[in-house]
Every structure is written in C-alpha cells, then in structure tokens.
C-alpha cells in the first residue's frame, strides 16, 4: 500500500537552532515528492519537488533532500516566520497528478 | 494572476442542505483535485479530474459530486449536507509537472 509518513508530528525549536524534519514513504515507483508549507487557515504552498535519489533542492533556509526511502527538509538557523506546517507528498505512478500526503509536521520557531 | 481562488471562503449549512463550492484557476492546468482536511486525518482527495469534462472519484467521494464543463472550472456539490462534512475543503490544480497549487480553502460547518 502507497503510504508516506512524517515525523516528528511536531517541533519546536529556538531561533537558530537548526533541524530536519523526515518524511518516509513507501510507493511503487516513486514518481515526484513534493514539499509544501502550510500556514493556519490557509491553503498549503509548493516548496520543492525531487525526483531521485541523491537530488537536493534549497530555498533560503531550507533544503530538500531525497534517498531511495525518505525525504529530509532540513531547517538551516531558523526564524520565527518560518513557523508552520510542512506537509510531504508523493505522487503515485499514473497519468491523474494525484498526491498522497502525509499527515505534516507543525514547526513552532521561538524568538 | 490570481492562481486558485475558492467560493466562498465560509459557510454553515443545516443537515439536509445542499450547496456548491466552486473552484477556478487561471493557470490553463489540466488537472483539478479537491480535498478535504480534517484535524489528525491529513489532506483527502474527494474526487479529480484530468482534463475539460472529466471526473473521477479519490480516496473519500460518498456524499459529494463534481463537474468540470469548463477547463478553468472545478465544482465540488453537497447535495445533502452531513454534520461529518464539517471540514476545511481544498481545491488545487496541476499541469505537466504534477505539483499542485492549492486554493485558500472554504471552511464548511453543517450543523
């Protein structure tokens, strides 16, 4: 069964101490994982996709990385805006873009 | 460009009502999906479609209905509301490349 999970549910760090939260997923035929950030009462926003194995993505503090099972966001001296929920998802493989996500990892950055 | 927009952005409904959320992109992607999130349950696909007057059903689809007459348009319809539909819905679409950008979400209670 396609499942993809992350952990910690939840993290709290203080500013600028650096983290990585794990997304690991079983699929057959990973097809695309997919980072998203999502703040309260708003949709999630698209991050990094990463399609094999060794593949790093990076965007200001984060950077995205991919093995054979898991996905790493790796949190870099962190700020309090870059508290939110991260989701992950892995598209399955058929022509439709459907997604499975996980069930996210709410990060709270404290001054 | 606005991306996805949602209509509307709340709404409570009494058990038995129905109504239509609708859902438009202005990004000439292919492909529509809406979802549903519910505390500790992660994002669920309700139903998709790939294409201008295409449906399909996702992981959840019993009690709604979805049309797409036009390629910008996505419409997800109640047509009796349940209090277990009670949730925040997400619309979201995608092109080639399969990463989803989503729609700020409409906050549904049925009461």
């Known amino acids: 069964e396609d499942q993809v999970t992350q952990s910690p549910e939840a993290l709290r760090l203080q500013e600028g101490e650096s983290s990585s939260l794990n997304c690991s997923y079983t699929?057959?035929?990973?097809?695309?994982l997919f980072w998203y950030r999502q703040d309260p009462g708003k949709g999630p926003e698209f991050l990094f996709t990463l399609y094999s194995a060794g593949e790093e993505k990076e965007k200001e503090r984060l950077k995205a990385t991919l093995t054979k099972k898991e996905s790493f966001l790796h949190i870099t001296a962190p700020k309090p805006e870059d508290s939110a929920t991260y989701l992950c998802?892995?598209?399955?493989?058929?022509?439709?873009?459907?997604?499975?996500f996980g069930q996210g990892t709410t990060l709270q950055v404290k001054p | 460009n606005a991306g996805v927009t949602q209509t509307p952005k709340f709404r409570v409904l009494k058990t038995g009502q129905s109504m239509t959320l609708l859902c438009a992109q202005d990004?000439?992607?292919?492909?529509m999906y809406w979802y549903r999130q519910d505390p500790g349950m992660g994002l669920r696909l309700i139903h998709y479609s790939v294409g201008e007057g295409t449906t399909a059903k996702g992981e959840v689809p019993d009690g709604y209905n979805v049309s797409r007459l036009k390629k910008q348009n996505f419409l997800l319809g109640l047509e009796s509301a349940a209090p277990s539909q009670t949730s925040v819905y997400f619309c979201?679409?995608?092109?080639?490349?399969?990463?989803?950008?989503f729609g700020p979400g409409t906050r549904l209670t049925v009461t």
């Open positions: 699929v057959s035929g990973l097809r695309g």
């Open positions: 979201a679409s995608s092109g080639t490349a399969y990463e989803q950008y």
């Open positions: 998802a892995v598209r399955i493989p058929a022509n439709t873009g459907k997604l499975i």
């Open positions: 990004m000439n992607h292919e492909y």
